[in-house]
T-cell receptor
């Protein structure tokens, strides 16, 4: 299967700071990447769909000015949590859509655990 | 109606038994179907994909798809304690439209 990396794997920051998370497709090009968050013992929640070279599409209720997404290349998407607060503490997971031999498949990165103090 | 529905469980099976996980979806136009495994504290990992009616086998795993009934299942033969995880069913309608179920928690009892 395809490989997706995420960096950092874990970050602790103070309230009010911004945190950038990188998502990379290592062995394929991904025109589309997805950003999810997951709270403990809860299901995945899609935050936004990131398309290379265009603006991200945010799910209802997700503040686009707080969660900035940039998909500047076919192998890299970034999520910046701006002015982070303790309630933003969560497990953030990206995935990338692999459009090589069918079917189109999502492969997930290992996730980033964010703790805001 | 949710796009993808799964029984949240927990489902418990003894070691060596067959675990059967089920999923239904609402859109008849859905094209491809996936099972992911998620261990606690980790991200989802793809186990299998299927897009034709019938069975698809990969080792101890068998995915079954019935488009007429809008039903997809995952069978795990000879279940092992290491199979204990949450299993996510996902459906792709087309393009970027992927939908995930809330997952079924499986515990394999030694």
């Amino acid at each position: 299967g395809a490989v997706v990396s995420q960096h950092p794997s874990r970050v602790i920051c103070k309230s009010g700071t911004s945190v950038k998370i990188e998502c990379r497709s290592l062995d394929f090009q991904a025109t589309t990447m997805f950003w999810y968050r997951q709270f403990p013992k809860q299901s995945l929640m899609l935050m936004a769909t990131s398309n290379e070279g265009s603006k991200a599409t945010y799910e209802q209720g997700v503040e686009k000015d707080k969660f900035l997404i940039n998909h500047a290349s076919l192998t890299l998407s970034t999520l910046t949590v701006t002015s982070a607060h303790p309630e933003d503490s969560s497990f953030y997971i990206c995935s990338a859509r692999d459009q090589r031999p069918p079917p189109d498949t999502q492969y997930f990165g290992p996730g980033t655990r964010l703790t805001v103090l | 109606q949710k796009e993808v529905e799964q029984n949240s469980g927990p489902l418990s099976v003894p070691e060596g038994a067959i675990a059967s996980l089920n999923c239904t979806y609402s859109d008849r136009g859905s094209q491809s179907f996936f099972w992911y495994r998620q261990y606690s504290g980790k991200s989802p990992e793809l186990i299998m994909s299927i897009y034709s009616n019938g069975d698809k086998e990969d080792g101890r795993f068998t995915a079954q798809l019935n488009k007429a009934s809008q039903y997809v299942s995952l069978l795990i033969r000879d279940s092992q304690p290491s199979d204990s995880a949450t299993y996510l069913c996902a459906v792709n309608r087309s393009g970027n439209q992927f939908y995930f179920g809330t997952g079924t928690s499986l515990t394999v009892i030694p």
